[in-house]
C-alpha cells in the first residue's frame, strides 16, 4: 500500500494544517472568541450568542473537539463546553514557529 499524501510531511506540517483547517471557519473563530472571553465552560448559550441553529453549532463543536481544543462536560442532559488551555498554548506556539520561519531576512530592501 502507498503512502497518504500527508505521511509525506511532517508531523509539524500536518498539525498546522490541521489547526487551520478547523479555525478556517468564521463560525468556529467566533466560538472559540466567546469561549475564550467567557473564561469558563458553557452549555446551551452558543446557539444564542453565535445565531446558527443547534445541529450546525453542534457540527462545529464536534470539529473543535476533533483537534482537542476543546473540553466537553457532560451536566445533566447538556454538554458544556470549555477551552483546553494547553492545547490553545500548543496551537499558539505551532503558529508562532510557522511565522518565524516565514520571515524575510534578506538585505534586498524588497519591503518583505
Do not use: W
Amino acid at each position: 500500500m502507498g503512502l497518504t499524501k500527508t505521511e509525506i510531511f511532517t508531523e509539524e506540517q500536518n498539525r498546522i494544517a490541521s489547526f487551520a483547517k478547523v479555525i478556517g471557519h468564521p463560525a468556529r473563530v467566533a466560538i472559540l472568541q466567546y469561549l475564550v472571553k467567557r473564561n469558563s465552560c458553557v452549555c446551551g448559550e452558543l446557539v444564542n450568542e453565535i445565531g446558527l441553529a443547534q445541529p450546525t453549532i453542534s457540527q462545529h463543536l464536534k470539529e473543535l473537539k476533533k483537534i482537542g481544543i476543546l473540553k466537553g462536560n457532560i451536566e445533566g442532559t447538556s454538554v458544556c463546553y470549555c477551552i483546553d488551555q494547553s492545547v490553545l498554548l500548543e496551537i499558539r506556539s505551532v503558529f508562532d514557529r510557522f511565522f518565524d520561519a516565514c520571515k524575510c531576512n534578506c538585505s534586498h530592501n524588497c519591503g518583505c
